[in-house]
Nanobody, 117 residues
Framework: VQLQASGGGLVQAGGSLRLSCAAS????????MAWYRQGPGKQRELVAS???????NYADSVKGRFTISVDNAKNTVYLQMNSLEPEDTGVYYC????????????WGQGTQVTVSS
């Protein structure tokens, strides 16, 4: 199983980025797909998640600014990030979780997002 995250970079405050998580070895529509982030000196935190059927969940700090979506044809999950703030700086990780008798939990390698003020 591979979750290949991409799309990070350096952006000014107020700008936008779109992260992609291309999955292989799993079918994303069968998993709870999520984006986490870890800022400098901070613990990893949940940013957004989506389950089959399209129900989404967002951290309060990103509601109204970030959108998680899934392209089943491409087996890829996206995180559209608008109105970025310096506090959004961190490494963003893609995650896939499912429970079928046992827990399946996969992580991507992370992509760096840096927002300058």
């Amino acid at each position: 199983v591979q979750l290949q995250a991409s799309g990070g970079g350096l952006v000014q405050a107020g700008g936008s980025l779109r992260l992609s998580c291309a999955a292989s070895g799993i079918i994303v529509s069968s998993y709870i797909m999520a984006w986490y982030r870890q800022g400098p000196g901070k613990q990893r935190e949940l940013v957004a998640s989506v389950i089959s059927g399209g129900r989404t969940n967002y951290a309060d700090s990103v509601k109204g600014r970030f959108t998680i979506s899934v392209d089943n044809a491409k087996n890829t999950v996206y995180l559209q990030m608008n109105s970025l703030e310096p506090e959004d700086t961190g490494v963003y990780y893609c995650n896939a979780v499912a429970s079928w008798g046992r827990q399946y939990d996969y992580w991507g390698q992370g992509t760096q997002v840096t927002v300058s003020s």
